[in-house]
């Protein structure tokens, strides 16, 4: 499941569309490594509540994030029906624990919409905007916000 | 042209590594070994040198070096003696030779007067001048084919040369203490032409064949300088346990050409049905020409090296550290699946584990390499420094075999360099002051490495006058980098000098004084994932102590589980394992106990609770205490819920993706694809006092 999106077009953008938290979002299709099934991650001690710990990805051992958590949202089900987003974030691998990818949507440049004003200050920071299709409001995620900025990889 | 510029490469390559024995020789001798080797390995040394830059029309460099060997033929014929102000001039040439190679690999050269300058120097240490006849500046390509390994030195001495005779057969002993043929016969034949014949006329036939017993021999002919004694040595480890005899066969052959090809027949014939079997590192080349003059095996040359980049290398690690998970997986699978029980299964598992591990030493063997290179560059910034800063000094290492992964080596050079200058600069006194202190005149600078705990464990320890902590607080107050009104223990004192921008030489020399040096040195060795401790005593002398994390891709864990987590101890750290009784644990103020080991008595600590997994314990849990060694400090016990497995395990970074966690070495993937962490036990103790230390980029908020 390897992306190779039509990059070469700039006007239009192809995102991986998921839920979680009973809201729709999407991120970039390049940012997007791989979709996983969901396996029972690694405890890491002294990690923050939104990090579910460590997994294995083919010898690479990758943190798992709860986006739901990341985002402030509700807890999500602990099922194994959840699905694990594999993300390149600023030369790091990152798996995104969501409830499901619905769809890979294409979408014009113009049909992303900034962020609408009402939402906190947290959500707005990792949104870059919203796109509307067929009634459902699909949340863009900014993926380089995902992990808190200006800290240097572990002195 | 392609060609040619990868033999300059390869020159360079042997000449840093002829480089580093001419300048271990040297040292030798400075330490009194003035033995016949010792001067011969540095004679060939700078004429292996000499001879490669010939062949490279590199006309400075095979001036200086014929001069310099000049010097060194002399005093391997005798006619000079070791003394100080002559090893000090030939260890000056020896530096000036590695500048000068140095500077033709970038294709410049240096300054022809100062070259002049220094073998003038050597050769006024010589007494008188020496000889240049221009004749042995000239150098046939000839030399390239070896590409230079080869050692013409050995030529002229073909006198010493005679047949050897040897028949060796071990007997079943030998092999059940462990004994390998194999290696003897590497040694016996390592210098020399070699034909070695295997004897297995005594082997059985098939039924009444037993593993158990030695059926094999072999006869060597050797063309050999050594003596008998000398040959007997390589066997004297298996002495009484095999058939040796030794017979000279021809007396010394006095054409050189006609000496070397071996006998077309040998005097003994081997048993029909075994043919010749050449030496495994010696290949004896039958078929030689002539014109080669020697076999390349002959030389005493260094072995055949490739250089390889090492990501490739990396990628093998990576390849190999799946493999072994693979194959643990596999095991489990057949191990669970009902057809089990096959025993050519069982076999081919068996031959598949010890081919894994087979490989996995191998490459880690291309990865790890001792850190003797990278000491053996610090004898030259002791002299130099010392000799700048007007001070006598001598260095002292330890623990050079001591295996470290080449990339950290690569990257403890510069942070080395800065800890030895300022031991020399900051931690010694002037000559003068140490004999008024009733100290030898000559400072000690001691380099030591060690793998200690599952870490690697490097000091730079001084025998200076130690941290003046009145004049650091001073400088830092003066500096504002602390508060005029702050308490501080010695300790954080003695981490000022950590801090960026602190000195305290008063005089800003060349050498270091600049402000820049030990904050560098921390944050260079926290790149490698490192700490940097210091330790003084006034008077005595200051402790550099660097300790690494283990990044040698694989180590021997002990697979445990606490609180629901399976965790990894490496084995190198643990002492023992027991399941104390009640009445060895003792509490110690509110939260903290202790346990008593035998009247030993050690902090015990709750893996669980450390790690933060859990607030208490039930029944049944942290019921075994495993006992691990702590760095320098002795000993903690860590409870732990149930012991797994012990099996090598396949390290991987938690920095490219998460960050670092304290208490926590690194991580690894176990048989079932699950990850599993790896404790790091001092770290563990340390932060268990602390147990929110946020480090890592994810987890700081």
């Known amino acids: ?155 | 042209m392609a060609g040619l510029i990868d033999l300059r490469d390869i020159f360079f390559v042997e000449a840093d590594e002829l480089l580093s024995a001419l300048e271990e020789g040297l040292r030798a001798i400075q330490t009194g070994a003035h033995d016949t080797d010792t001067v011969n390995a540095v004679f060939r040394a700078v004429h292996s040198i000499k001879g490669g830059a010939g062949a490279f029309d590199l006309k400075a460099l095979v001036g200086f070096a014929h001069r310099f060997e000049t010097v060194l033929d002399a005093l391997r014929a005798g006619k000079l003696q070791p003394e100080p102000a002559l090893l000090g001039g030939l260890l000056h040439a020896s530096d000036h030779l590695a500048d000068m190679i140095s500077a033709a690999r970038q294709g410049n050269a240096t300054d022809p007067e100062h070259d002049e300058r220094v073998i003038a120097a050597l050769e006024q240490h010589a007494g008188g001048g020496g000889s240049k006849e221009e004749e042995a500046f000239v150098f046939e390509p000839l030399a390239l084919d070896g590409p230079f390994g080869i050692d013409a030195v050995r030529l002229p001495l073909p006198s010493g040369t005679r047949d050897v005779t040897l028949t060796f057969r071990p007997h079943a002993g030998a092999f059940a203490s462990g004994h390998d043929p194999c290696l003897l016969l590497r040694d016996l034949c390592a210098d020399d032409p070699a034909e070695v014949c295997l004897d297995q006329s005594a082997l059985p036939d098939a039924n009444s064949f037993d593993p158990g017993q030695s059926y094999l021999g072999w006869k060597v002919i050797l063309q050999t300088e050594r003596t008998d004694p000398q040959l007997l040595a390589i066997f004297e480890f298996i002495d009484g346990i095999c058939d040796l005899t030794i017979a000279s066969a021809a007396p010394p052959i006095p054409d050189v050409a006609a000496s070397l090809p071996p006998p077309s027949s040998p005097p003994l014939a081997p048993v029909p049905s075994a043919p010749p079997i050449p030496a495994n590192t010696a290949p004896a080349q039958t078929s030689a020409p002539p014109a080669a003059a020697v076999s390349p095996a002959a030389g005493t040359g260094p072995r055949p090296t490739i250089r390889v980049d090492i990501d490739r290398v990396d990628r093998l690690v990576d390849i190999l550290g799946e493999l072994v998970i693979h194959q643990a997986m596999l095991t489990e699978a057949i191990e669970q699946s009902p057809g089990f029980g096959s025993v050519e299964v069982d076999r081919s598992l068996d031959q598949l584990r010890q081919l894994s591990r087979q490989i996995q030493e191998s490459v880690m063997a291309i990865r790890a390499q001792p850190v003797k290179p990278l000491f053996d560059r610090m004898h030259r910034i002791v002299r130099e420094a010392s000799m700048a800063a007007g001070k006598a000094a001598r260095l002292v290492t330890e623990g050079e075999a001591t295996e470290v992964d080449k990339t950290i080596i690569e990257r403890l050079a510069d942070p080395l360099t800065h800890m030895i200058r300022n031991a020399v600069d900051h931690g010694l006194e002037k000559p003068s002051r140490r004999t008024d202190l009733g100290k030898p005149s000559e400072g000690v600078i001691k380099l030591a490495a060690a793998h200690r705990s599952g870490r690697i464990v490097i000091t730079v320890q001084d025998d200076g006058a130690g941290i003046d902590r009145e004049k650091v607080r001073q400088i830092a107050i003066d500096k504002g980098l602390v508060a005029a009104s702050a308490e501080l223990t010695p300790q954080e004192i003695d981490a000022l000098l950590f801090l960026p921008g602190f000195s305290t030489a008063t005089e800003v020399s060349a050498l270091s004084g600049r402000g820049v040096g030990m904050d560098v040195v921390r944050s260079e060795i926290a790149g490698l994932g490192g700490r940097v401790g210091i330790t003084s005593v006034r008077g005595l002398g200051t402790t550099l102590t660097i300790s690494l994390p283990l990044t040698l891709a694989v180590l021997d864990g002990m697979v445990f589980v606490a609180a629901g987590q399976t965790l990894v101890l490496p084995v190198s750290a643990i002492i023992e394992t027991l399941r104390p009784e009640p009445g060895m644990r003792h509490s110690l103020g509110q939260a903290d106990s202790v346990l008593d080991v035998r009247g030993r008595c050690m902090p015990l600590i709750d893996v669980g609770m450390a790690l933060g997994f859990r607030r208490s314990l039930q029944p049944g849990e942290g019921e075994i205490v495993v006992v691990v060694e702590r760095g320098d400090d002795g000993a903690i016990a860590l409870m732990v819920d149930g012991i797994r497995d012990q099996r090598q395990v396949v390290i991987k970074g938690l920095e490219a993706n998460y960050g670092q966690i304290p208490g926590i070495a690194a991580a690894t993937v176990l048989g079932d694809g699950s990850v599993a962490l790896i404790l790091d036990p001092t770290d563990l103790a340390a932060s268990g006092q602390s147990p929110s230390r946020p480090v890592s980029p994810l987890a700081a908020e």
């Open chain 1, 1 to 155: 499941m390897r992306a190779t999106g039509s990059a070469t077009d700039p006007n239009v953008r192809e995102l991986v569309a998921f839920r979680t938290a009973r809201q729709d979002f999407c991120v970039d299709i390049l940012s997007v490594r791989e979709i996983r099934g969901w396996s029972r991650p690694a405890l890491l001690p002294h990690a923050p509540h939104y990090v579910q710990g460590v997994i294995n990805l083919r010898g690479a051992v990758v943190p798992i994030l709860d986006l739901a958590r990341r985002l402030g949202l509700e807890p999500i089900e602990d099922t194994d029906r959840n699905v694990i987003i594999v993300a390149a974030i600023q030369n790091r691998i990152v798996g995104l624990l969501v409830e499901a990818v619905t769809d890979i949507l294409t979408v014009p440049s113009s049909g992303v919409q900034p962020t609408p004003d009402l939402a906190s200050e947290t959500t707005r920071n990792m949104l870059r905007g919203v796109v509307v299709q067929d009634s459902r409001l699909i949340r863009l995620l900014d993926v380089g916000q995902l992990l808190p900025q200006d800290v240097e990889p572990a002195a």
